[in-house]
Each structure stands twice: as C-alpha cells, then as structure tokens.
C-alpha cells in the first residue's frame, strides 16, 4: 500500500543518471514490454475507480517479466485552479512513491497528463494551468534516473485540435526542456491518440528526444464490446477475432502505415495503449493480443498493455493471479 516514507533501492538499468546525451531509440527498449496502471492515479478522486496502488502490484509485474508501467495521471483533478496552479503535495507524494517502486523494482516507468478534460473543451482558458503542471512535473523528477519518461498529454481531442496540440504541445516542451533537458518525451496524435491524426502532427525539428506513441484498439466493436462508456456497444457483444487473413492484413497495414511514418521522422515507437474489454471472449482476447504484441516488436515498438487489474486487466486482484491466458499472450515462455 502507498507509504510516501518508503525509498528506492533500485539497480542495473533505474540506476542511471541523468547526465549526458540520451538515445530516444535505446530509451525505447526500456519500455519493450510494457503494462498500464490504469484506474488508478487517473481517477477523479484516489481509489474513486477501485485500484488503488500497492507495492506488491510493482513486484508482481516486474517477477512476471514486464520491463515496465505505465502510469496515466489526473494531475488537474488534483492542482488549484487558479495561478499559480499549485499541485497538491499528496498526490505528488504518492507519483513520488510510485516511481520509487518502479525503481525498486527495476521498472521503467512513464508518467503522463491523463484525463485533462477541461483542456479539451475550453483549451484556451486550461493553457496556463497546463504549462504549470509541467513546469512542477519537470522540477520534481528532474533527477530521477532517465529509465522515467514524460508522456505530454494522453489523447488530445475535441476542441484540442490537431493544429492547436501542435502549438500546445510545442510550448509545453519549451517548459519542460527550460528546466530539463534529460529526460525523453513521449508524444501522440491528437483526435484521441490514434493514428488518423499522425500527418497532422507536428514535432519541432529542435527536439530530438523524442517517443512517438500512439493507442490501438481496432477492430473497436471487437475490443469495446459491452464497454459501458460506449453508446451502442452491447449491440457488438460476441464480436469474435479470429485472426483471419483478413484481420491480420488490418492490423499489419495500420501498423506499417505508422513505421513508416516514423522511419521518415527518424523517431522511435510505443504503441502506449492497446487492449480487449473483459466482455469479449478470453479466447479472442488473448488471440488478438498476442498478434498485436508480435506484430509491434517485429517492427520494433515498444508497448504497453492496457490495462493491470480493470475491466482490461491480466490481473485478477480479487483471486490475486493472472488471467494466464493474456500473461501468455503478452509474455509468452
């Protein structure tokens, strides 16, 4: 459980320092075989969702092979609302502490901007507090080792258009790199981190530590079945993957589209989000896991599964094991 006096004795690679040039494409193999510590620093109030973080849960993942977490982050649920934007030191303590597991456990960790909801329906009046969190963020773990990533901001969208996360996006570097100029960003598209938007982003050419990321999650009606949030979607309940040629050939293009992409941008890749709702069949689900984990590492992303122990989860936190179906098709023996 959370205890913010607990320090790091972390070692090999959580072990080094923040000194010296960083290679954004040796950076990215910390993050190969990634899971997502979703529902819990994301939601709106601590433990509001049902997770709340336990030392243990970094063990258990670091002893089940992962190379690291990451951390979705609702730093605005838990900042002032007026200037100067002032993080509450509570939540600051507990992404202190968590990053602290991270290195005792030898997890590579990325922490990101999760969940902003205001920046995306009135940006403008959001913008200075945005900037503020980052400016705190960049001052807090500035010397942590580099093995802790950046992610700017989870899944711009709505009146957060492409061309106005262009500009955010390039002010909230100049935040971050003012103050440091170490640590690796992680960077995706807007219209929901997708790929529809990725030649609508614009990364400034003066920054060269860069990740990009983007989220998959298609078929949609495959991997939303039954999800809750989504209108319609008990209408796709026994949604199948079967691995067809023609599911393969999907996948295989939308993911050639983004080596591509970035191969011409000379920039590394986490696919940083990707999963199967728990009302799809466990079958299907490990099946079309697994494809997207090979796929991904034989072009050579990096990636993170969403999510631990959720409505996603590979984790059963009520039986307390893995769903060994989904563990084998993301770590297979």
């Not at 004795?9 to 010296?20: E, I, L, M, R």
């Not at 209108?231 to 996948?251: F, K, P």
Request: glycine fraction near 6%; include cysteine.
């Amino acid at each position: 459980m959370f205890n913010c006096s607990e320090s790091s004795t972390g070692s090999n690679k959580n072990d080094s320092q923040t000194s010296g040039k960083v290679d954004p494409f040796e950076q990215n193999t910390l993050l190969q075989r990634s899971i997502n510590l979703g529902n819990a620093l994301e939601a709106p109030g601590l433990g509001e969702w049902g997770v709340v973080l336990k030392e243990e849960y970094f063990k258990i993942i670091s002893d089940a092979g992962f190379s690291a977490v990451r951390i979705p982050c609702r730093w605005s649920a838990y900042t002032t609302s007026s200037a100067p934007f002032k993080i509450r030191s509570d939540f600051m303590n507990l992404v202190k502490w968590s990053l602290d597991q991270c290195q005792k456990y030898d997890l590579a960790v990325v922490i990101n901007v999760h969940h902003f909801e205001e920046i995306f329906s009135t940006p403008a009046q959001q913008k200075e507090k945005f900037l503020a969190i980052w400016e705190q963020i960049a001052t807090e773990f500035k010397n942590r080792p580099t093995s802790v990533f950046y992610e700017i901001l989870n899944e711009p969208h709505d009146n957060l258009t492409a061309e106005l996360w262009n500009e955010y996006l390039q002010d909230a570097i100049e935040v971050v790199r003012a103050i440091d100029t170490t640590h690796t960003l992680i960077i995706g598209t807007a219209e929901w981190g997708g790929i529809s938007a990725m030649q609508k982003l614009e990364i400034p050419e003066t920054e060269d530590n860069v990740i990009f990321t983007f989220h998959y999650y298609n078929p949609f009606q495959f991997t939303h079945q039954g999800a809750e949030w989504v209108d319609g979607a008990d209408e796709w309940l026994g949604t199948q993957w079967v691995g067809s040629t023609s599911e393969i050939n999907a996948v295989r293009s939308e993911f050639n589209n983004v080596k591509a992409w970035a191969e011409q941008r000379n920039l590394p890749v986490y696919v940083g989000e990707f999963g199967a709702y728990n009302k799809a069949d466990i079958n299907s689900r490990a099946r079309w896991t697994n494809f997207i984990v090979s796929e991904a590492e034989a072009d050579g992303f990096s990636w993170a599964y969403w999510e631990f122990i959720a409505g996603f989860g590979a984790y059963n936190g009520t039986e307390n094991n893995w769903n060994e179906p989904l563990l084998n098709a993301l770590i297979p023996d």
